[in-house]
């Protein structure tokens, strides 16, 4: 990272990207995930890896020119693989794997760097966070025809959040017997921390209209009236 580092920048850096080919890199990760996973007595492990933009860099040794999605599906997979090891499941989001062009949702919310086709090389077993905070996108009926089990993630928006769960209800009713299991649901994502929102959910003030606290009270709200 540049000493200081602002945003936007001139080199399009926003986040950091660890090289999947550096031969010592798994013997960190794989550390972290275990004593994570250990400490907190975890079955399933969310590995992030979304808003990937530096992966087959051209200054990287290793993976300059390689196929961005084998990269990044390979990663995928040999996270998964050592989690099953131990009985344990991979949840990932969802957005370098929607095609951010084509879709017209964007470099945030889907890739543009070509990751997007690492769709067919993942495991099918990998949960997918399906995350859309600004539209309720529904993109999780492409992740489920695709053979994963899909989450759809909200954020602070509760009037998407209600169309998010309805969809979500929608999709699971309308499906074959195959793909009715993979919609698994509604996630709530808090971005503050644990502290902040617990105090903001018994505050007693006038709540923010747009706030995670609200939305996460009024998508409960709406789950308790299916
Ligand atoms: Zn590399």
Redesign the pocket.
Known sequence: MPEKYTWPNPDGLYCKS?????PEVHNVVFDLVDEICSVFEADAFHAGMDEVFY???DS?????G?DKAE?YANEVNKIANHLARNNRKLWIWGDRLIDGKTTGIGMWEASMNNTHRAIDLINKDVTICDWHYDRPDQTAVYFAIKGFSVVTCTWKNGKNAVVQLQDMVRFGQQATDELAPRYQGMMQTVWSGANSFLDKFYDTKPAIAESETECFKTLFDEIGNL
């Open positions: 660890y090289c999947p080919l550096h992966i087959g860099h990287c040794a290793r993976c300059a390689l990269l």
